[in-house]
């Protein structure tokens, strides 16, 4: 397992851009494909996106398709998502996760490593 430590959430306004990161440690991160998946108050976590191993292959949750962008750094040993033109439903608790493997996917119970979370609130 990685460990996984996500940052820039906050509150913004409709409308505006976050860049969300997830730094990993711990493990080969680029053996692992890796998601983001969110949790609003009082409902279930759900997937927003995922990429491969290699960042050759992206998949966006269609609430979300056209206003973000999953993309990794190998390098960094980071994967990011980029957000853009936000909406207040988009408020929740945003989480990365890594799943060992070449492929991702939209399944949570797919993955075995877990951050804490960044908060994301986005007022009207």
């Known amino acids: 397992q990685v460990q996984l430590v996500e940052s820039g959430g906050g509150y913004v306004q409709a409308g505006d851009s976050l860049r969300l990161s997830c730094a990993a440690s711990?493990?080969?991160?680029?053996?692992?494909?890796m998601g983001w998946f969110r949790q609003a108050p009082g409902k279930e976590r759900e997937f927003v996106a995922t990429?491969?191993?290699?960042?050759?292959?992206?998949s966006i949750a269609d609430s979300v398709k056209g206003r973000f962008t999953i993309f990794r750094d190998n390098a960094r040993n980071t994967v990011y998502l980029q957000m853009n033109s936000l909406k207040p439903e988009d408020t929740a608790v945003y989480y990365c996760?890594?799943?060992?493997?070449?492929?991702?996917?939209?399944?949570?119970?797919?993955?075995?490593?877990w951050g804490l979370g960044t908060q994301v609130t986005v007022s009207s």
């Open positions: 990429i491969t191993w290699s960042g050759g292959g992206t």
């Open positions: 996760a890594a799943r060992p493997g070449r492929s991702g996917s939209k399944n949570a119970y797919e993955y075995d490593s």
């Open positions: 711990g493990g080969t991160f680029s053996s692992h494909a």
